[in-house]
């Protein structure tokens, strides 16, 4: 089994920043690529950021480029999304997730372990 815990999510005014943490547990975390999605009420889940196993490759959804970087530390079993000069469009539920190999992944279907959502709103 593997557990993902989100932490770090809140209220920010709009070009605000914050830093989204991912604990992991359960299962070698290094061995696997990880990535963040975010989710609106009525709209589809949409991909955010990934990183590989090693964290040498990253991938970022166009909408967030310049603006997020997803790092991981493997010694502490962590992932995390820095966020900066957030806007209104950013608001939504932030959720962290397991890859099921240890390249980057942009669909849903190939990640098997989800956290349980942070809410991020950036006011304006």
């Known amino acids: 089994q593997v557990q993902l815990v989100e932490s770090g999510g809140g209220l920010v005014q709009a070009g605000g920043s914050l830093r989204l943490s991912c604990a992991a547990s359960g299962r070698t975390f290094s061995s696997y690529a990880m990535g963040w999605f975010r989710q609106v009420p009525g709209k589809e889940r949409e991909f955010v950021a990934a990183?590989?196993?090693?964290?040498?490759?990253?991938g970022y959804a166009d909408s967030v480029k310049g603006r997020f970087t997803i790092s991981r530390d493997n010694a502490k079993n962590v992932v995390y999304l820095q966020m900066n000069c957030l806007k209104p469009e950013d608001t939504a539920v932030y959720y962290c997730?397991?890859?099921?190999?240890?390249?980057?992944?942009?669909?849903?279907?190939?990640?098997?372990?989800w956290g349980q959502g942070t809410q991020v709103t950036a006011s304006s």
């Open positions: 990183i590989s196993w090693s964290g040498g490759t990253l």
């Open positions: 997730a397991k890859a099921m190999g240890g390249d980057i992944e942009l669909a849903p279907l190939r990640y098997d372990y």
